[in-house]
């Protein structure tokens, strides 16, 4: 089964970040196609230089290196929403295939479920 995960929650912020992480490896591991796409204020767990250590909560970041464990190889990010906060794709501790609106729509479009985590 197709399944798109659009991950929107800022990081280290409550639970939701943490939670759709773990949703998307739920999902990969009982072999649905996942895609990956951080959108609006969730390209801010992508930055390379954010530091964790004085927030006092466990970065849950370091999980992003299960996304190949797991299979999970379609990975984006919304261009609009770099553009928005004023990011590059260099400052991203992922390599993420940027899409624009009409890219991320057809996207979505060839999905059997998406989920907005």
């Given at each position: 089964?197709?399944?798109?995960?659009?991950?929107?929650?800022?990081?280290?912020?409550?639970?939701?970040?943490?939670?759709?992480?773990d949703l998307?490896?739920?999902?990969?591991?009982?072999?649905?196609?996942?895609?990956?796409?951080?959108?609006?204020?969730?390209?801010?767990?992508?930055?390379?230089?954010?530091?964790?250590?004085?927030?006092?909560?466990?970065?849950?970041?370091?999980?992003?290196?299960?996304?190949?464990?797991?299979?999970?190889?379609?990975?984006?990010?919304?261009?609009?929403?770099?553009?928005?906060?004023?990011?590059?794709?260099?400052?991203?501790?992922?390599?993420?295939?940027?899409?624009?609106?009409?890219?991320?729509?057809?996207?979505?479009?060839?999905?059997?479920?998406?989920?907005?985590?």
């Amino acid at each position: 089964m197709k399944i798109a995960v659009l991950v929107t929650k800022l990081p280290l912020q409550g639970i939701e970040a943490r939670e759709s992480l773990d949703l998307i490896f739920a999902l990969a591991a009982v072999d649905h196609q996942v895609s990956v796409i951080f959108s609006d204020d969730a390209v801010y767990q992508l930055l390379k230089a954010d530091d964790s250590a004085g927030l006092m909560v466990k970065d849950f970041r370091r999980s992003f290196k299960l996304f190949e464990l797991y299979d999970i190889e379609q990975l984006y990010i919304c261009a609009e929403s770099l553009r928005q906060r004023k990011l590059e794709t260099n400052e991203l501790m992922l390599d993420l295939q940027p899409l624009e609106g009409n890219e991320l729509s057809q996207l979505l479009y060839t999905q059997q479920h998406v989920i907005k985590a």
